[in-house]
């Protein structure tokens, strides 16, 4: 318990320096002390509760489960969005917006940025400011969707970003997932395909989405690559989620299924070299895809929500 007169000095101190906006050293002459004296008063202040400071963040973000997330998996950086609501559909915008704002921080000129498909990277571009050009070269990463999910697909969404940034866009004109291994090497071997993975390869970005298996929510069932059957197959051999459409358990291990032979884009060990790999996922029936997904190692920073972000480390802990 502070004494009264100790208490009245930090107040004091507090004042002059965050409502007076008075300098540490005009503080220390004010008052007759040294600047270290000033300096220490003032955090003293902060950990006595006498200052406590608010930061009005547009998006209100958890600074704690990010620390953790980082230390945890060894990320470069974490973003976690407070959720305000339970509803997905409501929160899926603002986490969009909270990747869009990191984007535009860390894209720079002449910079190469390799895209994947997904509602959630949808959300991140489509938030990305109007007036923000950064004459990036936009890489799509993986093949095509059917044309029904023609608004999440990684050429579509590639087209909107370079549009948006003033940018050219390097296309990939295959389908996310060929009929058979033997036809996947086929087009992989195409010198305009070989061309564009290439690019995507060695991007200083990848802005990726981390798929679920469930067969509520997957969008390889969606797009009808696979089967309801083939899909409770994978998730009975361990299979939890996948990012660029290579299937992973909760290990972070790359299933050796043929489905990861037949998918055209760049692999799990391939995006592991890219500088940065954003991530965006959100939500409980994630979890487990976002946990197999940091486990990998080809994700870097995360965005993501509190409810997610405290069960995917509660997981961690049991698995």
């Known amino acids: 318990m502070l004494d009264s007169s100790l208490h009245d000095l930090l107040a004091q101190v507090a004042s002059m320096y965050y409502e007076q906006d008075l300098t540490q050293n005009d503080i220390a002459t004010q008052l007759g002390l040294s600047r270290v004296k000033v300096y220490r008063l003032l955090k003293q202040a902060k950990a006595e509760g006498i200052v406590e400071i608010t930061i009005n963040w547009l998006i209100e973000r958890d600074p704690s489960l990010e620390k953790d997330l980082c230390q945890t998996f060894g990320l470069k950086d974490a973003l976690v969005l407070k959720t305000l609501t339970p509803n997905r559909s409501a929160a899926l915008p603002a986490l969009g917006q909270l990747a869009a704002n990191y984007l535009e921080r860390i894209l720079t000129d002449n910079s190469t940025l390799a895209v994947c498909l997904g509602r959630s990277t949808y959300e991140a571009i489509h938030a990305i400011s109007p007036g ?139 995006l592991k070299h890219i500088p940065i790999t954003l991530a965006i996922a959100m939500g409980l029936p994630k979890a487990k895809a976002i946990l197999g997904g940091l486990r990998t190692g080809a994700i870097n920073v995360l965005c ?15 698995f």
Do not use: W
């Open 132 to 270: 923000f050009q950064a004459k990036v070269r936009v890489a799509q990463a993986m093949g095509s969707m059917p044309f029904s999910m023609q608004d999440i697909d990684s050429a579509t969404l590639a087209r909107h970003l370079a549009q948006k940034l003033g940018g050219e866009v390097l296309y990939l004109s295959s389908p996310l997932m060929a009929d058979s291994v033997e036809a996947a090497e086929v087009l992989r071997s195409q010198r305009h395909i070989k061309q564009v993975l290439m690019a995507a390869r060695v991007a200083d970005v990848a802005l990726l989405g981390i798929g679920n298996l469930d067969p509520n929510y997957s969008g390889l069932l969606k797009a009808g690559f696979i089967t309801p059957a083939e899909l409770a197959e994978l998730a009975n051999g361990g299979a939890v989620g996948d990012v660029a459409g290579q299937i992973f358990d909760l290990n972070g291990e790359c299933h050796h299924c043929e489905y990861n032979q037949r998918v055209i884009g760049v692999t799990l060990a391939e």
């Open 304 to 318: 993501t929500d509190d409810t997610a972000a405290r069960e995917v480390l509660s997981l961690n802990e049991n």
